[in-house]
């Protein structure tokens, strides 16, 4: 009989160390994420985004084949000061800087190198908008703490475009919108996107005092919504699946663009391909770009500028909804202390949970143990 106490002692041990080691559930504020997609391990559904993969580990000093074209897309995406006229592939002063700010912009550890984690991020699928100046209308970062709504404590992430500009018209601000009837992809029918815009809307509107109203006139309407491929009239073409997913104009322009190359999923649990993107999520991220919000650097905020395959990330976090009521007020029929609360609440019970499951798990640990 000892050996057998003494495999379930193990055993019994085995499973404490697991419940210590298990993730912490993710709140309905912060949506869980598909694990990242790795230097190692990239992509390989349909056009890919330009592969980094070989770059993995490059410094300052070094020159490597794909260094240029990084130079490339750091200076798309507004990171990118100072370099030369015609990108090498060598891995200069200038380029150590981009990278670095890079890292910093998107909360990601600043090494200066391109390790994996910062390979990861940049051969994701992403949106068109920059993060520090883009063919649009730059943006620029927000104090920490100075959203009205931010709680002790916190810091805010979210930006603005340049100048902070912002929908105005006399009160009841109604915005209308359109989808484009012919800028279309045939495998999703026109009911169902307007049902997924319907909710991303629905959710911008619950936290400020802003209306949204869908119309048949797209020409007349506010906010225009359309799928198109490559050069589509606007100045920035679109680059094929999985690279940039969309873009959209700061007020009161009003366009909304995303990639009709992209394979466009509402429905995960029966979407098969592995490159599927979410419409749900980009159309929410999309509306706040429409609505005047800049980038956010932090990861789970639905404006954070990148998107992994399959990941689904639509509902607003604390800090979507700080910046988007620094620009329009709240809604009176909204509050985020019960944001707060509701967060509060949710690591209470896990750490609830936890300590109780260690407790069963210890006490049967010793009543075991003084029997052998």
Known sequence: ???????????????????????????????????????????????????????????????????????????????????????????????????????????????????????????????????????????????????????AGAVSRFTFFKGEPRWTQPDPLVLTYAISPTATVDYLPAETVRAVFRRAFARWARVIPVGFVKTDDYYEANIRVGFYVGSHGDGIPFDGPLGVLGHAFSPRNGRLHLDAAERWAVDMDTETAHSAIDLESVATHEIGHVLGLGHSSSPKAVMYPSLSPRQKKAALTVDDIEGVQWLYGPNPGFSLSSLYQQDSSMATGRSNWLAGSASIVCAVLIILVTQL
């Open 1 to 151: 009989m000892l050996p057998c106490r003494a495999c379930l002692v193990s055993v019994l041990l085995l499973l404490l160390l697991l419940l210590l080691r298990r993730p912490l559930p993710v709140s309905c504020l912060h949506v869980a994420t598909d694990a990242p997609l790795t230097a190692t391990d990239h992509r390989q559904d349909g056009k890919e985004w330009r592969s980094f993969q070989q770059l993995l580990d490059a410094r300052r000093g070094s020159r490597v084949a794909g260094l240029a074209e990084l130079k490339r897309y750091l200076a798309r995406f507004g990171y990118m000061h100072g370099a030369e006229h015609e990108p090498t592939d060598a891995f200069d002063a200038h380029m150590e800087a981009a990278v670095r700010r890079y890292q910093s912009t998107l909360s990601l550890p600043v090494t200066g190198q391109l390790d994996s984690t910062t390979l990861d991020r940049i051969m994701a699928p992403r949106c068109g908008v920059g993060e520090n100046g883009h063919g649009v209308t730059p943006v620029s970062l927000t104090a920490a703490g100075t959203g009205s709504q931010a709680a």
